[in-house]
């Protein structure tokens, strides 16, 4: 099974930006979608983008609505990596991001469940 690691978090002020990477080893070829995740403080694990790896509609992005025109995600089918640049950080997205690798569906594209592999996350901490 792929391992993924993230990397890139850190404390931020607001209104300031930061690029979170993950990066797989082993093959990915076996997965349709790699994503991105967070977590707050006594909260619940929320999508926040996804991106398809592979197929027809390979390099197409979703978006959580609360960064949407914030977040990009983007991917290097030949690393193995997706990235996530934020910007106009606000400090409800503090948080531990993970990323994520399975075969979501379009509907579960944004939910947990649509995947299968998990890094250990980053913290990113937005704070003046």
């Known amino acids: 099974q792929v391992q993924l690691v993230e990397t890139g978090g850190g404390l931020v002020q607001p209104r300031g930006s930061l690029r979170l990477t993950c990066s797989a080893s082993?093959?990915?070829?076996?997965?349709?979608?790699m994503a991105w995740f967070r977590q707050g403080p006594g909260q619940e694990r929320e999508f926040v983008a996804a991106?398809?790896?592979?197929?027809?509609?390979?390099?197409?992005?979703y978006y959580a609505d609360s960064v949407k025109g914030r977040a990009s995600i983007s991917r290097d089918r030949a690393k193995g990596t997706i990235y996530l640049k934020m910007n106009n950080l606000k400090l409800e997205d503090t948080g531990v991001y993970y990323c994520?690798?399975?075969?979501?569906?379009?509907?579960?594209?944004?939910?947990?469940?649509?995947?299968?592999?998990w890094g250990q996350g980053t913290q990113v901490t937005v704070s003046p």
């Open positions: 994520a690798a399975g075969r979501p569906i379009t509907s579960s594209l944004a939910t947990v469940r649509g995947y299968t592999s």
């Open positions: 082993g093959s990915t070829s076996g997965y349709h979608g």
């Open positions: 991106i398809r790896w592979s197929g027809g509609s390979a390099g197409n992005t």
